[in-house]
């Protein structure tokens, strides 16, 4: 089993920055690729964006593209999502998965955390 724990999540002005921290921990091999998904109030879990085990490759969510940098330090355990250029529609709870294959879809992915918090004001 693998224990994804996020943090880094609070509240922010649009404009600014945060990065969001998903650190792994269990017993398994933890080879997964990595992933983002977000929620915001009365809307789906919608994709952010996911790193393979490697890192040598990434996919973005277009609403995010050229803003959110996903990245990994597998020494650390820990998987980075820095957000820059904030906007309100930004504003979500924040989930870290794992899985095998690096996909957009969120059934291919076997672990989440507990999620965290961002919110983003005007």
């Known amino acids: 089993q693998v224990q994804l724990v996020e943090s880094g999540g609070g509240l922010v002005q649009a404009g600014g920055s945060l990065r969001l921290s998903c650190a792994a921990s269990?017993?398994?091999?933890?080879?997964?690729?990595m992933a983002w998904f977000r929620q915001a109030p009365g809307k789906e879990r919608e994709f952010v964006a996911a790193?393979?085990?490697?890192?040598?490759?990434?996919n973005y969510a277009d609403s995010v593209k050229g803003r959110f940098t996903i990245s990994r330090d597998n020494a650390q355990n820990t998987a980075y999502l820095q957000m820059n250029s904030l906007k309100p529609e930004d504003t979500a709870v924040y989930y870290c998965?794992?899985?095998?294959?690096?996909?957009?879809?969120?059934?291919?992915?076997?672990?989440w955390g507990q999620g965290t918090q961002v919110t983003v004001s005007s």
């Open positions: 998965a794992a899985g095998t294959t690096i996909s957009r879809g969120s059934a291919l992915y076997n672990y």
């Open positions: 790193i393979t085990w490697s890192g040598g490759s990434t």
């Open positions: 269990g017993r398994t091999d933890r080879r997964y690729a």
